[in-house]
């Protein structure tokens, strides 16, 4: 994904990181001033927004221009809050006792206790930053829970009877998909953002970033079928940046392509743009009608 | 502070907690707000938690920062005082508490709840004391936090940058998409589907069961003794029979039909059918309800467990519903009344529910939606009544 040498751009004050960009990700004004808003009040950011609007990219992004590593948390339903904190790996504990053929020593619980995701956040020497993506996956408990712990930035660990602190507060970050709100404890804890689809405007930037030798006619003409393509009807999964970034990638790799196939309203490369069949079926139908 | 702005806020139904509240004055503290635009931005993040209610808030601010669209001019004036008494707290707190007539001391001494409550009092007291109600805060009068009044602390009057750029945003109304509160969209179908994904027993890919076997090997001395449960997942069985007549539910088919289509990926064993208005003798598994006939009789042979999830309106002539001979179709004389047939499709599955794609409200002028509701649980067809129907649908009969 990264190309080219990486330039961060970012303004350092006097123990008073503040984030602006990254070199791989555009950043409009109002959510650069609630990542910082957030941090110093140290609060979790909890960012919602269709797919493709780069609420994971963000994380990367802020991790990249503070220069912190990233520790991802990726949810998933069946997940339990203590896994994501750490993990007692009894099975190779039962192992060694019985055959006693590693170093660890069998009698110390510790040497078998793992870190998870949020524990290897708490117990990084530097401040890292902490994405915990598509929470709306787990149950409500465990968004709670896990809430409670980011809040007192400590957790126990039961068989060795020990607290965890971190060292660090991470930079926290949470993306959700969900439409509907998440438990009302859980967002009063957290500063909220909702990512609209950026606008042509700013897509523009946004494609610049990714290929930035791209012709202004070129740019021009593929912003253009690419909303118009948003604006299909009964398309269930809508193109969004993903799709679009591949989509032109795909153009430019063909040496036979032209602009002008887009203005006479022929589009190739559909199935990069539509993933799902249905889809693709419908996005053909309408273009071949549109085009008379 | 902005205490006002708070309040409007709640009375226009945007949850925002006191916490919230204070936590935006703590952002203030900290310099983290210079001008509207920060205000803006940052008391959204920190107040307004879900994208619902931007659009609301995007109006509320509007209309509490710029005049244009105020019917009141005095609201301004009152806006600008609570500016001002914020800026000037959080500035020189022995000014403001000069102005008030209160020690210093005594109001460092509250908390910031009961400072807002103090400022608030202090403000409605002014409400009363100078034009009986009429306007907010006199404008001639000797009160100190009055706009032109007696203040000999010279109390700055709206320290806020004047950069209205915020207010042009807010009348962008940019949110307005996500405000819809109404029935499902296809839009929200993905999220629906989530919800009903729940109905199958999930519970951990892996089949051993955990518990089961430390508790068997601890009673077998140590000696290890694995327990395996059965998947639970394949087991759950759907009907859904959906309403496709008539023109009353046209809006809604497609809609319907698509979200439990995406259904049947989730469940295993998913089985559509149609009918028009109500349940006579026989289902549709056809669209048109011509070819594959279903009889209703058949339902007795069927798991009992199976979940029932009839959606339809509920809404049509009280004789279809009670007259034995009720159906609009000739070919369907000899039925008995439909709601004898609703009747035995609920005592034969514990697991029913009815969505309604008509919102609540409506549900009252329909005689017919409040006698079928007496025979099934009724919800409605929005995310929040899908989610109760999915966990009445889990729960119901246990």
Same mark, same amino acid.
């Given at each position: 994904?990264?190309?080219g040498?990486?330039e961060?751009?970012?303004?350092?004050?006097?123990?008073?990181?503040?984030?602006?960009?990254?070199?791989?990700?555009?950043?409009?004004?109002?959510?650069?001033?609630?990542?910082?808003?957030?941090?110093?009040?140290?609060?979790?950011?909890?960012?919602?927004?269709?797919?493709?609007?780069?609420?994971?990219?963000?994380?990367?992004?802020?991790?990249?221009?503070?220069?912190?590593?990233?520790?991802?948390l990726?949810?998933?339903?069946?997940?339990?809050?203590?896994?994501?904190?750490?993990?007692?790996?009894?099975?190779?504990?039962?192992?060694?006792?019985?055959?006693?053929?590693?170093?660890?020593?069998?009698? !110390?619980?510790?040497?078998?206790?793992?870190?998870?995701?949020?524990g290897?956040?708490?117990?990084?020497?530097k401040?890292?930053?902490?994405?915990?993506?598509?929470?709306?996956?787990?149950?409500?408990?465990?968004?709670?829970d896990?809430?409670?712990?980011?809040?007192?930035?400590?957790f126990?660990?039961?068989? +060795?009877?020990?607290?965890?602190?971190a060292?660090?507060?991470?930079?926290?970050?949470?993306?959700?998909?969900?439409?509907?709100?998440?438990?009302?404890?859980f967002?009063?804890?957290?500063?909220?953002?909702?990512?609209?689809?950026?606008?042509? !405007?700013?897509?523009?930037? +946004?494609?610049?970033?990714?290929f930035?030798?791209?012709?202004?006619e070129?740019?021009?003409?593929?912003? @253009? @079928?690419?909303?118009?393509?948003?604006?299909?009807?009964?398309?269930?999964?809508?193109?969004?940046?993903?799709?679009?970034?591949?989509?032109?990638?795909?153009?430019?790799?063909d040496?036979?392509f032209?602009?002008?196939?887009?203005?006479?309203?022929?589009?190739?490369?559909?199935?990069?743009?539509f993933?799902?069949?249905?889809?693709?079926?419908?996005?053909t139908?309408?273009?071949?009608?549109?085009?008379? | 502070?902005?205490?006002?702005f708070?309040?409007?806020?709640?009375?226009?139904?945007?949850?925002?907690?006191?916490?919230?509240?204070?936590?935006?004055?703590?952002?203030?503290?900290?310099?983290?707000?210079?001008?509207?635009?920060?205000?803006?931005?940052?008391?959204?993040?920190?107040l307004?938690?879900?994208?619902?209610?931007?659009d609301?808030?995007?109006?509320?601010?509007?209309?509490?920062?710029?005049?244009?669209?105020?019917?009141?001019p005095t609201?301004?004036?009152?806006?600008?005082?609570?500016?001002?008494?914020?800026?000037?707290?959080?500035q020189?707190?022995?000014?403001?508490?000069?102005?008030?007539?209160?020690?210093?001391?005594?109001?460092?001494?509250m908390?910031?709840?009961?400072?807002?409550?103090?400022?608030?009092?202090?403000?409605?007291?002014?409400?009363?004391?100078?034009?009986?109600?009429?306007?907010?805060?006199?404008? /001639?009068g000797?009160?100190?936090? /009055?706009?032109?009044?007696?203040?000999?602390?010279?109390?700055?009057?709206? /320290?806020?940058?004047?950069?209205?750029?915020?207010?042009?945003?807010?009348?962008?109304?940019?949110? *307005?998409?996500?405000?819809?509160?109404?029935?499902?969209?296809q839009?929200?179908?993905?999220?629906?589907?989530?919800?009903? *994904?729940?109905?199958?027993?999930?519970?951990?890919?892996?089949?051993?069961?955990?518990?089961?076997?430390?508790?068997?090997?601890?009673r077998?001395?140590g000696?290890?003794?694995?327990?395996?449960?059965?998947?639970?997942?394949d *087991?759950?069985?759907?009907?859904?029979?959906?309403?496709?007549?008539?023109?009353?539910?046209?809006?809604?088919?497609d809609?319907?039909?698509?979200?439990?289509?995406?259904?049947?990926?989730?469940f295993?064993? $998913?089985?559509?059918?149609?009918?028009?208005?109500?349940?006579?003798?026989?289902?549709?598994?056809?669209?048109?309800?011509?070819?594959?006939?279903?009889d209703?009789?058949d339902f007795?042979?069927?798991?009992?467990?199976t979940r029932?999830?009839?959606?339809?309106?509920?809404?049509?002539?009280?004789?279809?519903?009670?007259?034995?001979?009720?159906?609009?179709?000739?070919?369907?004389?000899?039925?008995?009344?439909?709601?004898?047939?609703?009747?035995?499709?609920?005592?034969?599955?514990?697991?029913c529910?009815?969505?309604?794609?008509?919102?609540?409200?409506?549900?009252?002028y329909?005689?017919?939606?409040?006698?079928?509701?007496?025979?099934?649980?009724?919800?409605?067809?929005?995310?929040?009544? $899908?989610?109760?129907?999915?966990?009445?649908?889990?729960?119901? /009969?246990?």
């Open positions: 994904m990264v190309e040498p990486q961060f751009i970012m303004v350092l004050e006097k123990n008073n990181p503040r984030f602006t960009g990254a070199s791989q990700y555009v950043l409009d004004d109002e959510l650069a001033k609630i990542v910082n808003v957030s941090m110093a009040l140290e609060m979790p950011l909890l960012l919602k927004g269709e797919p493709g609007t780069g609420k994971t990219m963000l994380a990367h992004a802020i991790a990249q221009s503070l220069q912190m590593p990233l520790i991802v990726n949810v998933k339903s069946s997940m339990k809050l203590i896994e994501a904190l750490y993990q007692y790996d009894t099975l190779t504990r039962l192992n060694d006792s019985r055959f006693g053929d590693s170093k660890r020593n069998v009698s !110390d619980i510790e040497a078998y206790i793992k870190m998870g995701k949020i290897q956040a708490f117990t990084a020497d401040k890292t930053v902490l994405l915990i993506d598509e929470i709306d996956k787990a149950d409500t408990d465990f968004q709670d896990m809430l409670d712990v980011l809040d007192q930035m400590q126990d660990i039961i068989e +060795i009877d020990k607290t965890i602190k060292k660090h507060r991470p930079v926290i970050v949470i993306t959700s998909n969900a439409k509907k709100d998440l438990s009302d404890p967002l009063g804890r957290c500063n909220f953002h909702h990512i609209a689809f950026p606008d042509p !405007d700013m897509m523009r930037l +946004i494609v610049n970033v990714h930035p030798k791209l012709d202004d070129l740019m021009k003409v593929c912003i @253009t @079928t690419f909303y118009r393509l948003r604006e299909l009807r009964g398309i269930e999964k809508k193109p969004a940046t993903r799709e679009l970034i591949n989509w032109i990638r795909a153009l430019k790799s040496p036979d032209k602009p002008k196939t887009l203005y006479q309203g022929r589009v190739p490369f559909l199935g990069v743009l993933k799902k069949s249905a889809d693709l079926q419908q996005a139908q309408q273009i071949i009608k549109s085009r008379g | 502070m902005f205490v006002n708070f309040y409007t806020l709640r009375e226009r139904g945007i949850p925002v907690t006191p916490t919230s509240f204070l936590r935006l004055q703590k952002a203030m503290h900290k310099g983290l707000v210079h001008s509207l635009d920060d205000f803006y931005t940052v008391a959204r993040s920190v307004v938690k879900s994208e619902r209610y931007f609301t808030y995007d109006q509320i601010f509007a209309h509490h920062f710029k005049n244009a669209s105020l019917e009141d609201a301004v004036e009152l806006n600008e005082v609570a500016r001002a008494m914020l800026e000037e707290w959080l020189n707190p022995k000014e403001l508490a000069d102005l008030l007539g209160i020690d210093k001391d005594q109001l460092k001494k908390t910031p709840d009961e400072l807002i409550q103090y400022f608030l009092d202090r403000l409605k007291e002014q409400t009363e004391a100078h034009h009986g109600g009429n306007k907010w805060i006199g404008t /001639g000797t009160s100190p936090t /009055g706009h032109s009044g007696y203040h000999p602390g010279g109390m700055r009057v709206g /320290g806020v940058s004047r950069n209205h750029s915020a207010i042009k945003v807010a009348l962008e109304r940019r949110y *307005r998409d996500y405000s819809q509160e109404g029935p499902l969209t839009i929200q179908m993905g999220e629906a589907m989530k919800r009903l *994904r729940r109905m199958a027993p999930t519970g951990p890919k892996d089949i051993v069961n955990v518990d089961k076997t430390i508790y068997e090997t601890m077998n001395a000696e290890i003794e694995i327990i395996f449960d059965r998947r639970l997942t *087991r759950l069985k759907v009907v859904l029979l959906i309403d496709n007549g008539g023109w009353s539910m046209e809006p809604y088919i809609v319907v039909q698509t979200l439990f289509h995406y259904a049947s990926s989730q295993k064993d $998913l089985k559509i059918f149609f009918f028009h208005n109500t349940i006579y003798n026989r289902v549709w598994a056809d669209a048109q309800r011509y070819y594959k006939p279903q209703v009789d007795i042979r069927w798991d009992p467990e029932i999830i009839i959606v339809g309106d509920a809404n049509m002539a009280p004789y279809e519903l009670m007259y034995p001979n009720g159906s609009i179709y000739l070919e369907e004389r000899q039925t008995g009344p439909s709601i004898e047939r609703l009747r035995f499709i609920a005592k034969t599955f514990r697991h529910a009815w969505l309604n794609p008509m919102t609540v409200h409506e549900w009252y329909s005689r017919t939606v409040e006698t079928i509701r007496q025979v099934f649980p009724m919800f409605e067809l929005t995310l929040d009544g $899908l989610e109760k129907a999915v966990t009445h649908l889990t729960t119901s /009969g246990k």
